[in-house]
Nanobody
Framework: QVQLVESGGDLVQPGGSLRLSCAAS????????MSWHRQAPGKERELVAT????????NYPDSVKGRFTISRDNAKNTVYLQMNSLKPEDTAVYYC?????????WGQGTQVTVSS
């Protein structure tokens, strides 16, 4: 049974930091591209970070580049998202995603709220 379980979402003040975690099970984690996405109320889901396993590369959109860092621990089947210098516009539900050529899995999401 495939599972992606996100954790770490919270209420944080502008300028603060959070670290999200996504624990994976039920598939060969190291063979999947892992990514984080977010969806704010009334908006489409957007990609915020990607980590490939084979090449060890990461990618970010300009909106979070320099503030967010994705990392993965293939031994623990876990992917992380370190978020620094948070802004109110970062408020959203954050989702973990695992994909390869054949499959595409989603977690249930974790709420991040940036507000004073």
């Amino acid at each position: 049974q495939v599972q992606l379980v996100e954790s770490g979402g919270d209420l944080v003040q502008p300028g603060g930091s959070l670290r999200l975690s996504c624990a994976a099970s039920g598939f060969t984690f190291s063979r999947y591209v892992m990514s984080w996405h977010r969806q704010a109320p009334g908006k489409e889901r957007e990609l915020v970070a990607t980590s490939t396993s084979a090449l060890g590369t990461t990618n970010y959109p300009d909106s979070v580049k320099g503030r967010f860092t994705i990392s993965r621990d293939n031994a623990k089947n876990t992917v992380y998202l370190q978020m620094n210098s948070l802004k109110p516009e970062d408020t959203a539900v954050y989702y973990c995603n695992a994909r390869n050529y054949y499959n595409n899995y989603w977690g249930q999401g974790t709420q991040v709220t940036v507000s004073s």
